[in-house]
């Protein structure tokens, strides 16, 4: 069955500091999606990227980063020069026996 | 551009009373679905529908129903409430299984 592991319940940094979000999944498919969603403190759910496993170029988006790596089955989130604004919960997700399986989150908190 | 509404946005219920949930998608997609978030558990599935009069059981579909009567219409039921129910409930819907998922602003209903 496919899963989702995100190790870090909790990170904290300074703003301006970067920071690196892990995701780590388990997948039988040959192909298959991964995702990145935002929940800040309002409580909504942000889309942030969906990845095609047969791309395995790095993303970026802004101050935004995506790592994809097959070998590792690993989809980590960096943030560089992170800010107040970034201070959410963020789950890493991907299609599995049920239409997606999410991690538990990782919840950031920039300190200013 | 309302996307996926939810209502009501707050609720408060007694054990054994019952209640429904409504969410309206405008986006025209196929897929709809129920979570709900409990703290430290990231979203769990709870049912979900890939097209106007069929459902399917997510991974926690237990003590909930549903029905998609309308394509653009999803609606969750708690026959009899119970504590263990008190949850966030978000509605998602998406054009396919694969595709992004749209959420609404979530319910935050708790049971005594």
């Known amino acids: 069955a496919q899963k989702v592991t995100q190790a870090q319940t909790e990170i904290s940094v300074v703003e301006k500091e970067d920071v690196t979000l892990d995701c780590v999944y388990e997948t039988r498919d040959t192909t298959y999606y991964l995702f990145w969603y935002k929940q800040p403190p309002s409580g909504e759910l942000v889309f942030l990227i969906r990845?095609?496993?047969?791309?395995?170029q790095n993303e970026i988006s802004g101050r935004y980063s995506w790592n994809f790596q097959k070998s590792t089955s690993s989809f980590n989130f960096t943030i560089t020069a992170s800010q107040v604004v970034d201070s959410a919960v963020y789950f890493c997700a991907l299609p599995g026996n049920t239409p997606l399986v999410f991690g538990k989150g990782t919840r950031l908190s920039v300190i200013a | 551009n309302a996307g996926v509404t939810q209502t009501p946005k707050f609720r408060v219920l007694k054990t054994g009373q019952s209640m429904t949930l409504l969410c309206a998608q405008d986006m025209n997609h196929e897929y709809m679905y129920w979570y709900r978030q409990d703290p430290g558990m990231g979203l769990r599935l709870i049912h979900y529908?890939?097209?106007?009069?069929?459902?399917a059981k997510g991974e926690v579909p237990d003590g909930y129903n549903v029905s998609r009567l309308k394509k653009q219409n999803f609606l969750l039921g708690l026959e009899s409430a119970a504590p263990s129910q008190t949850s966030v409930y978000f509605c998602?819907?998406?054009?396919?299984?694969?595709?992004?998922?749209?959420f609404g602003a979530g319910t935050r209903l708790s049971v005594l």
């Open positions: 529908s890939v097209g106007e009069g069929t459902t």
């Open positions: 998602a819907s998406s054009y396919v299984r694969s595709s992004i998922q749209y």
């Open positions: 990845r095609n496993s047969f791309d395995e």
